[in-house]
């Protein structure tokens, strides 16, 4: 388990990362929040329709990714890793079943269902045995991404 303050440290960095969204900011804030001090495998996954647009899901997906890809400034993963914790972020199109099997129809476009996305705070890439938790969107939004308590001293003020 790593500390509180690497946590908001943790946070704090992701909050500060410029052209990304504050929906994907707020995700993994969220999932952050979900693993208890990333002690405990979660996963959220997100539908259209469910108060998301596709483009939404889809923009959001494409801006997290650059957020762990190696030919990005960010290189959150690799942030993790410098925390002591063997856990990583990740995405994957499609929704996670209770079979532990990834559900991807739609991804070409071959059958018509709402586009998703899973997010994940995990010791993989994905986790068959991670928690699934939803949060709703006012919730995610409510989500304050100037005070990641970093400086709780500070963020009184």
């Known amino acids: 388990m790593i500390s509180k303050k690497q946590i908001a440290a943790l946070k704090y960095l992701i909050f500060k990362v410029e052209n990304v969204s504050n929906l994907t900011k707020q995700i993994l804030a969220f999932l952050l929040n979900q693993s208890c001090g990333l002690t405990k495998e979660v996963y959220l ?7 998301y647009t596709a ?10 990714d650059l957020l762990f890809s190696s030919s990005s400034t960010t290189h959150l993963n690799e942030i993790m890793v410098t925390t002591g914790t063997d856990f990583l972020f990740s995405l994957h199109y499609g929704n996670f079943d209770r079979n532990g099997k990834f559900n991807t129809s739609g991804q070409f476009g071959t059958t018509l269902v709402p586009l998703r996305y899973t997010f994940w705070c995990s010791r993989g890439h994905f986790s068959k045995t991670a928690k699934a938790t939803s949060v709703s969107r006012t919730k995610l939004e409510s989500i ?10 500070l963020e009184k003020l």
């Open 45 to 51: 996954t997100i539908t259209a329709n469910d108060n």
């Open 55 to 64: 483009s939404e899901i889809r923009s959001t997906a494409i801006k997290m």
């Open 144 to 153: 304050n991404l100037e005070k990641p308590g970093l400086y709780p001293n």
